[in-house]
């Protein structure tokens, strides 16, 4: 995102909140080899319903590496990736929006919250 970039550089937010809002994609190719000016990416837009949906996904696999094995059976999962799609809103002020659905393929279970049960549910929690 690049007002991110941008508040990065000029000190606002912390390296560590950047990175977290830093979307990264690791894909091996032939093309990498000797290419030191990085003429092979392609960088494309994204949408900010797409970015947002892709940091929740991102930040919520770091946070279900730390959790034990009898959380990951839990539903703590589901208040984790709760709480990241809420802190991603309200980071970028994205709120265009009626009901967000969770689809848990581990469990298969469905979970759909409305925007404002989400706003009072977190409200009072540091993002």
């Known amino acids: 995102n690049r007002a991110d970039l941008e508040k990065y550089i000029v000190g606002i937010i912390p390296a560590e909140q950047f990175h977290t809002r830093?979307?990264?994609k690791i894909q091996g190719s032939e093309k990498i080899i000797n290419d030191k000016k990085g003429t092979h990416?392609?960088?494309t837009d994204i949408s900010l319903t797409d970015f947002i949906v892709e940091l929740t996904?991102?930040?919520?696999?770091?946070d279900f590496a730390?959790?034990?094995?009898?959380e990951k059976k839990s539903q703590k999962i589901q208040e984790i990736i709760l709480k990241n799609i809420y802190k991603f809103l309200?980071?970028?002020?994205?709120?265009?929006?009626?009901?967000i659905k969770i689809q848990d393929t581990s469990f298969n279970t469905e979970y759909a919250i409305g925007k404002y049960e989400l706003w009072e549910r977190f409200k009072d929690s540091e993002i």
């Open 22 to 24: 830093t979307i990264v």
């Open 41 to 43: 990416l392609t960088y």
């Open 57 to 62: 996904l991102q930040q919520t696999r770091q």
């Open 66 to 70: 730390k959790l034990t094995d009898e």
């Open 90 to 99: 309200k980071v970028y002020e994205f709120n265009d929006f009626l009901k």
